[in-house]
């Protein structure tokens, strides 16, 4: 079995260690780094759940070998919120607008539109939906999780702005 | 599920990518990794070694002289982004809209999508418009493969296991001309159950060249050259086009699975391919 040595960012810090070429980034966040929030759903790239963020672009953590993240800066559900626990725009969001109900889907769908609305606020609703037509959501139903999008949306233009 | 185990090999330059797929037998190249992962992780493909392309930073790149020079590695985000295919090959931004979703465009590339070459794949549909040219290499040399050549059978290009796609090479056409592109899937971003790209000139009212090129309803998606033929130096009537699409897509043998018939396909084709002759007609400022 051939390991390979691997070394990244995850949520700002330093992580290195070994791991078999075979071993995807979900696995490798969930398994050797130990941040469970990643989820993973299919392993196939088709529910969006394992959605995480790699050099700033939203990526499927199944679709991508964790030897490939090798030096990359890595972003998960549990590097979104403010170090001292304050939650980011887009999590109050999520709460005041009932857009979660089991949260199986959740860390893909915030992570998906942190790295959509960090790109640019000002998005259509069209747009919205969009962006996350690549995300599954069995349980909640998809309006919640819309409202929860504009109404961060709003408040990340206006900081901003600020 | 998991992927089985392999041996992974990122090499740095060209040459040691092309060694390596001469060299190792059973290698799978890894590139944006989209369609790859997918079929790894179920175990559809269990190669003894993969290589991973990725660090081949000259295959990335984006220029035009007297045609558009793409590498194979460019992401499909980077081409929805790109000025040059903007001004040059604005159908390829139009059927971006179609590939996938973000999360996926930020890793997938247009030569992945190319080899991969599922039935419903956009970007082959765009390359086939403007009859694409692809370079392949091995170790021993490259050829170029005009894009007509490409598609062997389902999801089969013409390419030896110790070949690496490594350009595509696009002529766009003199404008003015019009361009369209109408795809229809369950959800955004799912397979097409059929998609039609459509390159329109006209001159007094008359189709003075017309390209069109349909996915998602046989095992390869190909130029409609019957129907080209069809309508090259009709009159431009959206009601007679209709009429003389009619004989054309009936002689397609269309997919037909559990999940969508051939007649459905065939409608829908019906459809879309009048929609994306109109919606380039809308934009060939033209008479
Ligand atoms: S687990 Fe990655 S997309 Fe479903
Ligand atoms: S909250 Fe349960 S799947 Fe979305």
Redesign the pocket.
């Known amino acids: 079995m051939q390991e390979q040595d691997v070394q990244m960012h995850v949520n700002g810090k330093p992580v290195s260690g070994k791991v078999e070429a075979r071993t995807h980034l979900g696995d490798f966040l969930r398994q050797a780094v130990g941040l469970t929030g990643t989820h993973l759903g299919c392993e196939h790239g088709v529910c969006g759940a394992c959605t995480v963020i790699v050099d700033g672009d939203a990526v499927r953590s199944c679709l991508m070998l964790a030897v490939q993240a090798d030096n990359c800066d890595v972003t998960t559900i549990e590097g979104i919120a403010e170090e001292n626990g304050s939650l980011h725009p887009l999590q109050e969001a999520f709460r005041n607008n009932h857009a979660?109900?089991?949260?199986?889907?959740?860390a893909g769908?915030i992570t998906s539109l942190y790295a959509f609305l960090s790109e640019n606020p000002n998005r259509s609703d069209e747009e919205i939906r969009e962006a996350i037509s690549g995300n599954?959501?069995?349980?909640?139903g998809y309006q919640g999780i819309i409202s929860a999008a504009k109404e961060a949306a709003a408040k990340m233009a206006k900081d901003n702005r600020n | 599920m998991k992927a089985s185990a392999f041996t992974y090999h990122k090499p740095n330059s060209l040459d040691e990518a092309l060694g390596l797929l001469k060299s190792e037998e059973e290698a799978k190249v890894l590139a944006g990794g989209q369609s790859l992962m997918p079929m790894l992780n179920m175990r559809f493909v269990q190669p003894e070694t993969v290589v991973d392309v990725n660090g081949l930073s000259e295959l990335s790149t984006i220029s035009f002289t007297d045609r558009v020079e793409l590498g194979a590695l460019v992401r499909q985000k980077t081409l929805a982004t790109d000025t040059i295919i903007e001004q040059h090959l604005p159908v390829m931004r139009e059927a971006l809209k179609w590939v996938g979703h973000f999360q996926t465009q930020s890793r997938g590339t247009i030569g992945g999508s190319l080899c991969h070459l599922d039935p419903a794949s956009e970007l082959p549909m765009v390359a086939l418009l403007y009859d694409a040219e692809l370079q392949v290499a091995s170790a021993s040399g490259t050829r170029v493969i005009p894009i007509k050549e490409w598609g062997l059978a389902y999801m089969m290009p013409s390419i030896g296991p110790d070949e690496l796609l490594t350009k595509i090479f696009i002529k766009p056409w003199d404008k003015p001309y019009g361009f369209g592109f109408q795809e229809f899937a369950r959800r955004h971003g799912d397979f097409a159950i059929a998609a039609v790209g459509c390159l329109l000139k006209l001159k007094n009212g008359v189709i003075t060249d017309i390209a069109i090129s349909i996915g998602g309803v046989e095992d390869v998606p190909r130029r409609f050259i019957e129907c080209e033929d069809e309508l090259r130096g009709s009159n431009y009537d959206i009601n007679e086009i209709k009429q003389r699409i009619v004989n054309p897509l009936n002689q397609i043998n269309y997919l037909d699975d559990s999940l969508v018939t051939g007649s459905y396909r065939h409608k829908l084709l019906k459809g879309l391919l009048a929609r994306a002759i109109e919606q380039a007609g809308t934009r060939t400022n033209s008479d």
């Open positions: 979660l109900q089991c949260g199986f889907c959740t769908m599954i959501c069995r349980c909640t």
